[in-house]
C-alpha cells in the first residue's frame, strides 16, 4: 500500500545549520505530499506540501520538492533555529482508506543555541 | 490555530470504562478523520466519515466507534478501555471533495488532540 519512510531521529543541530530530513514514498499514482510538524504539547500542523511532481512546498523557511524520479520529498532549511525544535513527519493521502494519511515514524529534531 | 477543536484535552479514567471524545471540525469542513498517536505504534489511522457517513476504516478496534451528527461535530467513543488504549486521539478535517480527484482538497488540519490516560 501507499507508505512514506522517514529518517530516524532525533536529530541534533546547532542553531543556524542546515536542515535535511529526508523522507521516500511508495504509492500507486502521483498522491499530494505533506510535511507535518508536531511542537511539543501540541497538535500537528501542516507545514508544506506539493500535489504533483517537481512541485516544491515552502513555508517558514522550509522547502520540499516532490522528486518523481527518486520517489523523494525531503525536507530542508537553510538555517534552523531553537523555535524549530520539534517533530516533523511525512505524509501522503492513502486512496484505499478515504484518502486518510499515512505518516512516516517521524523525526524529532533538537535545535541547540 | 487550526480551527479544530477538540474536548476533553485531557482524560484520565479506568480500565473498563466507556470515554467519549468530541470533534468539531473547521467551518465548512465536511470530512472528519480520528487517528491515535502512542510512543510505540505512530500515527495509526482510525476512522473517516463524511457529511455523516462513514467513508473508511482503519485499525480500529471493535471497541471503538465513532459517529458524526448533522452539524458535522464527530465523536469517539473507547470502550473496556485497556491500558494499551493510553494515547494522543486526535481528530482533523478536511474539505474533503472525494469526487472531485482535486488532490489539494485532502489537505487535512488536525485539533490539539485528546491526551487519555488509562489506569
Known amino acids: 500500500g501507499d507508505s512514506v519512510t522517514q529518517m530516524e531521529g532525533p536529530v541534533t543541530l546547532s542553531e543556524e545549520a542546515f536542515l535535511t530530513i529526508n523522507c521516500t514514498y511508495t504509492?500507486?499514482?502521483?498522491?499530494?505530499l505533506f510535511w507535518y510538524v508536531q511542537y511539543p504539547g501540541e497538535g500537528l500542523q501542516l507545514l508544506l506540501k506539493?500535489?504533483?511532481?517537481?512541485d516544491k512546498g515552502s513555508n517558514k523557511g522550509f522547502e520540499a520538492t516532490y522528486r518523481k524520479e527518486t520517489t523523494s520529498f525531503h525536507l530542508e532549511k537553510g538555517s534552523v533555529q531553537v523555535s524549530d525544535s520539534a517533530v516533523y513527519f511525512c505524509?501522503?493521502?492513502?486512496?484505499?482508506?478515504?484518502?486518510?494519511?499515512?505518516f512516516g515514524k517521524g523525526t524529532s529534531l533538537l535545535v541547540t543555541p | 490555530d487550526s480551527g479544530v477543536t477538540q474536548t476533553p484535552k485531557h482524560l484520565i479514567t479506568a480500565t473498563g470504562q466507556r470515554v467519549t471524545l468530541r470533534c468539531s471540525p473547521r467551518?465548512?469542513?465536511?470530512?472528519v478523520y480520528w487517528y491515535q498517536q502512542s510512543l510505540d505504534q505512530g500515527l495509526q489511522f482510525l476512522i473517516q466519515?463524511?457529511?455523516?457517513?462513514?467513508?473508511a476504516k482503519g485499525n480500529i478496534l471493535e471497541r471503538f466507534s465513532a459517529q458524526q451528527f448533522p452539524d458535522l461535530h464527530s465523536e469517539l467513543n473507547l470502550s473496556s478501555l485497556e491500558l494499551g488504549d493510553s494515547a494522543l486521539y486526535f481528530c482533523?478535517?478536511?474539505?474533503?471533495?472525494?469526487?472531485?480527484?482535486?488532490?489539494?482538497?485532502?489537505?487535512?488540519?488536525f485539533g490539539p488532540g485528546t491526551r487519555l490516560t488509562v489506569t
Open positions: 482533523a478535517s478536511s474539505v474533503g471533495d472525494l469526487t472531485s480527484g482535486r488532490t489539494s482538497s485532502y489537505e487535512q488540519y
Open positions: 504509492a500507486t499514482g502521483y498522491p499530494s
Open positions: 506539493a500535489t504533483k511532481a517537481d
Open positions: 505524509a501522503l493521502p492513502n486512496s484505499n482508506s478515504g484518502y486518510a494519511l499515512n
Open positions: 467551518s465548512g469542513d465536511l470530512s
Open positions: 466519515y463524511y457529511n455523516g457517513e462513514e467513508r
